[in-house]
Nanobody
Framework: QVQLVESGGGLVQAGGSLRLSCAAS????????MGWFRQAPGKEREFVAS???????RYADSVKGRFTISRDNAKNTVYLQMNSLKPEDTAVYYC?????????WGQGIQVTVSS
């Protein structure tokens, strides 16, 4: 079973940057697609970015060109580099792993972008 722990969130001014990290336990981490989702107050959780085991990436339109997802299988870690942050990026960000037939969530981490 994979367990996920996010870090790197916080408060940043609009236009600034943050890098989120998601550390995964479990030997088979490298086989799983991984992703980032976010949930703003009063809204549903939404897809942000994903990366396959081979490194193929996909992004929500709202973050394309500003966010970059990457993974380091040797460190069992997936990253989300967030640049040019906007107040509308404020949300709790969740890391997710997709073993076959299952989605595992991290506990979430707050990102707040002030205007």
């Amino acid at each position: 079973q994979v367990q996920l722990v996010e870090s790197g969130g916080g408060l940043v001014q609009a236009g600034g940057s943050l890098r989120l990290s998601c550390a995964a336990s479990g030997r088979t981490f490298r086989r799983y697609p991984m992703g980032w989702f976010r949930q703003a107050p009063g809204k549903e959780r939404e897809f942000v970015a994903s990366i396959s085991w081979s490194g193929d990436t996909r992004y929500a339109d709202s973050v394309k060109g500003r966010f970059t997802i990457s993974r380091d299988n040797a460190k069992n870690t997936v990253y989300l580099q967030m640049n040019s942050l906007k107040p509308e990026d404020t949300a709790v960000y969740y890391c997710a792993a997709d073993p076959p037939g299952l989605r595992i969530w991290g506990q979430g981490i707050q990102v707040t972008v002030s205007s």
